[in-house]
């Protein structure tokens, strides 16, 4: 074997690129980088938000004078009597707007009252950590976070993230390695990606600071959970079967396409914004195609590790452009909050993911799920598709 | 070219010099064809500072460009799904064009070679693949991958034992 590969090597080393080739090549790249210089500001500019106050202050001038509680009790009221409106409109609200409140009482609550079972548990804390997040990031980029805003939120995402933390322990007693390694696959990636885009605003934002010192030391907890998580699953006899490695060799291959054609479908974003997501998506190819060999070699285990792997990475090139869409990082660089992305995926239903992945999905459509269980529940409430409201917040 | 290269272009640039040609080998030997490959060479190092130019900080570079042109290869594999090289050979014509720029290197030995390759593990494939298409030394292919310099003799060693195994449980159907 060794004779074969030193042939080999010497018959290589006859291959190579002329220096004409090599220079022609090179110009190329040259040409390339001219066009496309390294990209180091990210200007900020202020988005002038409207308020929500004027619409609602107008039909209902008393409510918003009341304490929190009451306020509480009686958006809960609105929200049933409205069927969903005013539950909708909190959803993008953040923390010291009138509705935030009724976001995190109210909708989130609603979804933890649906969230049955320790995977679903780790799954809603794991989005509720991620949730908080965002809005730090947003407040940042408004320009309003202060001390106090920047200290509950960093308090509260503590709370979610170790919640999930113990949810997933759970998961692992239980020995249901297969639950806890999709769910710690998630985290994982979530608390990544937005590691990455808290270092990339801490530089104009120091008040994220003491928020980003945390969520990478989560962000490594995540990656040993994971890692000992998928240690197990590889070797567990339930998930090391054909039928479920070629399970997740389906979902992979949707999830892919599905990102490939939502990657296509960007009208609004900068093409930089769109190859750095095409990467990933390639990565999550290249990672589909070990696992097609694992699965040919019969390493079913390995195979569905792959998979999941390869289909998390599709995933997370869509969620970082979502994200992008959502602080619109625009072809410029400029920054603004961008509350319309919200509409579009409301519209459209959310109907492109089937309802038992939706926690992969963005809130919109977990959103959307939440509802449609309150529907059977109590019939009170309806869903999005019901009712619409133009509010641009 | 601009005089004043800031040192992030400096280092692209020698990375280019130093690697283009390693790559190159690595692209016709998987897919067998000049032109395309110097194609794809270039393809690489452009994809490299498409994200570089975002601003976005990679650790490794060579190891990222690596992993670019792993999955350029990858991808070359999947349009190629439609017309395999092997039912051309097998089933009709002769399908290879032997002009200058469109030569396809054929070489029957060197495809069972790459056969074996194929089936290892990912790690051991890699520093195969690094040592004896790509011409890189031991000390080269650690600096790519991150290990120490004996990590990667010992890799190589074990590659070959298990390419040995592979030869003899498949016979030589390949």
Known sequence: MENKLEQLNEEMKNIALSREDKDKIREGIFSYMERHPVRNEIQVRRHSRKSMMGWLSSGYPSLFNLTHTRTMALALIIVLFLGGGVSFAADRALPGDILYPVKTEVNEEVRSWVAFGAKSGAELEADLAEERLEEAEKLALKGELDDEKSTALLAKFILHANSAKSNLKKLEEENKSKAAYEASVRHESSLEIHSEILGGLLREHESLKNLKTEVDAYANDAALVRAKVQAAVVIDKKVNTDRVARGMETASENKIGEVERYIEKQASLSETAKVGASLRLDDAKAIYAEGELKLESGAYGEAYVLFQQAKEEAEEAKRSLKTKKNLNIDAAGKVEINSETRDEEVKAGGLSESGATTSAVGRGDLRLEVEKNSERENGKIRSEGELKIDIDL | ?174
């Open chain 2, 1 to 174: 070219m601009s005089n004043k290269q800031s040192p992030i272009e400096q280092e692209f640039i020698s990375l280019y010099e130093e690697l283009a040609d390693p790559l190159y080998r690595r692209f016709v030997f998987k897919i067998s064809h000049a032109e395309r490959s110097k194609d794809l060479v270039q393809e690489t190092f452009t994809k490299c500072w498409e994200y570089i130019s975002q601003g976005k900080e990679v650790k490794n570079l060579k190891a990222f460009i690596y992993k670019i042109a792993n999955n350029l290869i990858i991808d070359e594999y999947r349009k190629k799904k439609s017309i395999s090289l092997d039912f051309l050979r097998e089933g009709g014509f002769d399908a290879v064009a032997k002009d200058e720029d469109n030569r396809i290197v054929e070489n029957a030995e060197r495809e069972n070679v790459s056969k074996i390759i194929d089936r290892l593990p990912s790690k051991y494939r890699d520093v195969v693949t690094m040592r004896y298409v790509d011409g890189l030394t031991p000390g080269e292919i650690a600096r790519v991958i991150g290990e120490t310099e004996n990590t990667v003799s010992v890799r190589i060693n074990r590659s070959i034992k298990k390419m040995r195994d592979i030869l003899r449980i498949y016979g030589k159907q390949t």
